[in-house]
C-alpha cells in the first residue's frame, strides 16, 4: 500500500485496485453491519468507504445516482410511489425527488451510521432526505419488501453496496421475486448490477433470474463511473406484465427547467430528458 493513497483491494476484483490520493481523513467508525470511512481526496472531492469499498465521490456520484433513478423513472408515464432499497446516502432520493410526478418516497436502509455520516459530510447527496415525501425505514430490505402489499409501487430502485456484505440477499431470487410482488403491472426496477468487466458470471444470473420473474421486458444497461472497479457500472432494468415499458425511450422525460427539478438539489449533471448522458448539444454544456 502507498503511503497517503487509498487502494480498493477487494476478492470481488482480484489483480486490480482503483487508488485516489488522500489528503485527509475525515471519519472512521464501525456500524452493527460494517466499517464506514470518509477521507478528502485530493481530485475526487470527499470519498464514502463501506468495509474497504467505495461507494461514492463527490465527484462522479452523480453519474450513478442519476442513471439509476431517471432511467426507470422516465420509462414509465408519471410515477407516483417509489421505493428506494439502500442508498443510504440519499443520492438517489435527491434524483427521485426531482419528479414532480411522484408523490410518496419510501426508502429502507439497513444502517442507520450510512444515513449520519451522509448528512454530516455529503449535505449535497443527502439532501434527499430534506424532501417531506421520503418516508425513511432503517431495516432489512428483504423483511421490507415481504411486508409490502402486492402491488403497491410504480417503481423500485434497489441502490446496493456489492454481493459481500449486508447486500449479499438483494442480489439473490427471492428478493427479486419480492420485488416483482410489490410492483403494480408495469412497474419498473431498477438494481445496481455490477460491472460488465468485472463480474459477467453474476450479471449472467441475475439476468436469467430476472427473465423468469419479470414478464414484461428486462434490460441490462450502463454507465462509467471512473471511481467504480473497471470505471462501469451496470443496472438491471425490468418490468412487471402490463403496460409495455421502452427503456430507450423516455415517455416521462425531466424537465430540467422545472423549478421542482432543480430546486434544492442543484443541477442534473449527467442525464437528461431525451435518456442520454453528456449531450453536448444542450445548453447545459
Ligand atoms: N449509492 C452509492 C452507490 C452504491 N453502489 C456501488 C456500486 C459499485 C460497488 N463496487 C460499490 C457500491
Redesign the pocket.
Known amino acids: 500500500v502507498i503511503p497517503g493513497w487509498f487502494s480498493e483491494i477487494s476478492p470481488?476484483w482480484p489483480g486490480e485496485a482503483h487508488s485516489l490520493k488522500v489528503e485527509k481523513i475525515l471519519f472512521q467508525g464501525k456500524s452493527d453491519y460494517q466499517n464506514v470511512m470518509v477521507f478528502q481526496s485530493s481530485t475526487y472531492g470527499k470519498v464514502?468507504i463501506?468495509d474497504g469499498?467505495?461507494?461514492?465521490t463527490e465527484r462522479d456520484?452523480c453519474a450513478?445516482?442519476e442513471m439509476i433513478t431517471h432511467l426507470p423513472l422516465c420509462s414509465i408515464p408519471n410515477p407516483k410511489k417509489v421505493l428506494v432499497i439502500?442508498?443510504?446516502?440519499g443520492?438517489?432520493l435527491r434524483e427521485v425527488s426531482r419528479h414532480s410526478s411522484v408523490e410518496k418516497i419510501d426508502i429502507c436502509e439497513i444502517d442507520k451510521m450510512v444515513v449520519d455520516v451522509s448528512k454530516q459530510f455529503f449535505p449535497d447527496v443527502a439532501v434527499g432526505f430534506e424532501d417531506p415525501r421520503v418516508t425513511l425505514h432503517i431495516g432489512d430490505g428483504v423483511a421490507f419488501l415481504k411486508a409490502v402489499p402486492e402491488g403497491t409501487y410504480d417503481a423500485v430502485i434497489v441502490?446496493?453496496?456489492?454481493p459481500i456484505g449486508p447486500a449479499q440477499e438483494l442480489f439473490e431470487k427471492p428478493f427479486f421475486e419480492s420485488v416483482a410482488k410489490a410492483l403494480r403491472p408495469g412497474g419498473v426496477v431498477s438494481t445496481?448490477a455490477?460491472?460488465i468487466w468485472l463480474h459477467m458470471h453474476i450479471i449472467e444470473d441475475i439476468v436469467a433470474n430476472c427473465r423468469q420473474i419479470f414478464k414484461g421486458s428486462v434490460n441490462y444497461a450502463w454507465t462509467t463511473?471512473p471511481t467504480?472497479?473497471s470505471g462501469v457500472?451496470g443496472f438491471m432494468l425490468c418490468s412487471t406484465e402490463g403496460p409495455p415499458v421502452d427503456f430507450k425511450h423516455p415517455v416521462n422525460p425531466i424537465d430540467a427547467d422545472d423549478s421542482n427539478c432543480n430546486s434544492s438539489k442543484g443541477p442534473l449533471k449527467f442525464y437528461n430528458s431525451e435518456g442520454n448522458a453528456f449531450d453536448f448539444s444542450s445548453s447545459r454544456f
Open positions: 470481488m464514502l463501506l469499498v467505495i461507494q461514492l456520484e450513478y445516482q439502500g442508498g443510504g446516502d443520492g438517489v441502490d446496493s453496496s456489492d445496481q455490477e460491472s463511473v467504480y472497479p457500472i
